[in-house]
T-cell receptor
C-alpha cells in the first residue's frame, strides 16, 4: 500500500519568513515518483515538481527548494522569503505502480 | 497551449437529477483521471483511463456514478441520480503516459452543489 502523510494541516507565517512543508511517504515499490502540487484560493491544482526514486539530489527553483531523503522517506518543500502569493494548499503525492496517491495537504497562510 | 478543459465550472442541481460533467484532456495525452475533492476526504481518485479504456474504477463510490471516454479528446462523468453528499469539486486531469509517471495536469474543476 502507498501512503503520503502531511502532518502539518495548517501553517501561518509572516511574509519574508522561510517555511518548510513536510511530506513523509510509504511505499514498497523500488521505483516511484514524488510530486508537489499547489492549490491556490482560485482552486486549480498546479504541478510544481516531480522527483524519481533514483535521484536524491536536492532541487532549487527560485524561492522554492525540495529535499528528498530516501533514508527517512521524506520529500520536504521549503519556501524561502515567503510572499503573500504563496498562500495556498500544498499537496505532496506519490506514484509507484499505482496512480497518484495524494496527501491531505498543508494550508499555508502568508501574512503581510 | 490549452490546458485541460472542464465544463461546467459550477453546477447546482436538485437531489435526484442527473448531472454530467465534461472534460477535454490536453491534446496528445493518453491518460485521463477523474478526481473528487471534499473537505472531509481530500482528493480521491474516482477512475482513470489509458488510451480511452477504463483501467481502474475502484474509486467510483456507487453505481450512481459512471464515466465514459468515447475518444481521446473527450470524457464524461455522470451522476444519476445525484444526492447532496455528492457535492464536491470534481477535477479532471491528463498525462502523457501512465507507466512512466509523467506528471498529471489538472483542469480547473467543476464545483457541484446538490440541494
Amino acid at each position: 500500500a502507498q501512503k503520503v502523510t502531511q502532518a502539518q494541516t495548517e501553517i501561518s507565517v509572516v511574509e519574508k519568513e522561510d517555511v518548510t512543508l513536510d511530506c513523509v511517504y510509504e511505499t514498497r515499490d523500488t521505483t516511484y515518483y514524488l510530486f508537489w502540487y499547489k492549490q491556490p484560493p482560485s482552486g486549480e491544482l498546479v504541478f510544481l515538481i516531480r522527483r524519481n526514486s533514483f535521484d536524491e539530489q536536492n532541487e532549487i527553483s527560485g524561492r522554492y527548494s525540495w529535499n528528498f531523503q530516501k533514508s527517512t522517506s521524506s520529500f520536504n518543500f521549503t519556501i524561502t522569503a515567503s510572499q503573500v502569493v504563496d498562500s495556498a494548499v500544498y499537496f505532496c503525492a506519490l506514484k509507484g505502480n499505482t496512480p497518484l496517491v495524494f496527501g491531505k495537504g498543508t494550508r499555508l497562510s502568508v501574512i503581510a | 497551449d490549452a490546458g485541460v478543459i472542464q465544463s461546467p465550472r459550477h453546477e447546482v442541481t436538485e437531489m435526484g437529477q442527473e448531472v454530467t460533467l465534461r472534460c477535454k484532456p490536453i491534446s496528445g495525452h493518453n491518460s485521463l483521471f477523474w478526481y473528487r475533492q471534499t473537505m472531509m476526504r481530500g482528493l480521491e481518485l474516482l477512475i482513470y483511463f489509458n488510451n480511452n479504456v477504463p483501467i481502474d474504477d475502484s474509486g467510483m463510490p456507487e453505481d450512481r456514478f459512471s464515466a465514459k471516454m468515447p475518444n481521446a479528446s473527450f470524457s464524461t462523468l455522470k451522476i444519476q441520480p445525484s444526492e447532496p453528499r455528492d457535492s464536491a469539486v470534481y477535477f479532471c486531469a491528463s498525462s502523457y503516459k501512465i507507466e512512466t509517471s509523467y506528471e498529471q495536469y489538472f483542469g480547473p474543476g467543476t464545483r457541484l452543489t446538490v440541494t
